[in-house]
């Protein structure tokens, strides 16, 4: 557990290593009936697939980190979301995935899957894909300059605003 850090915007300490925001699927799997889900998924903790009526509606996804640097503290909080990528970019991962060489692989389009509670506008985000190695997840970088996302990775966040990730779980549950 890190140690707390006094906030600047409230005055409360937070740590933030507890949780961080993580989607376990897309949104788009998520909005499917079980019925749906079942006949048309196929479905990993790292990869999914949503089978259309024709090769061409096919929607393609991958899972991986969106890091923020947190103002004040030596590690990054990190959203674990999901990307939908072209069919071309999904099997270029897929070949790499267990590679040592996919570290040499340029960046990937993708665009964002989930929309991100306190930032509305984020599905739907162009993105770019940073292969890191066959132990670790991809990380996301937000490409669309004005997006808040973009703003929180280019300037970092606020441990009140890492905070607001954690309660918006609580919000979404309820």
């Given amino acids: ?23 376990r699927r897309p949104d788009a799997i998520v909005a499917l009936s079980d019925a749906e889900r079942e006949a048309r998924c196929r479905e990993s903790e790292d990869l999914c697939a949503i089978w259309g009526d024709s090769d061409d509606s096919h ?19 990190r959203l674990g979301v999901w990307m939908e990528v072209r069919r071309d970019v999904f099997d270029r991962i897929y070949a ?5 060489t996919q570290l040499d692989e340029p960046p990937l389009d993708g665009l964002l899957a989930n929309d991100v509670p306190t930032r509305p506008g984020s599905l739907g985000l162009h993105g770019k894909i940073h292969l890191t190695g066959p132990e ?12 808040a996302l ?15 990730f954690v309660r918006s779980l609580d919000r979404r549950s309820a």
């Fill in 1 to 23: 557990m890190s140690d707390p850090i006094a906030c600047s915007e409230c005055g409360e300490l937070h740590t933030l290593d507890e949780v961080e925001l993580v989607f």
């Fill in 59 to 77: 929607r393609y996804f991958v899972r991986g980190l969106l890091p923020l640097t947190v103002i004040g503290r030596p590690l990054d909080y």
């Fill in 96 to 100: 790499l995935w267990d590679s040592d």
């Fill in 136 to 147: 670790t997840r991809p990380e996301f970088m937000v490409a669309d300059a004005a997006a």
């Fill in 150 to 164: 973009f703003a929180d990775q280019r300037d970092g966040i606020s441990a009140h605003q890492a905070t607001a």
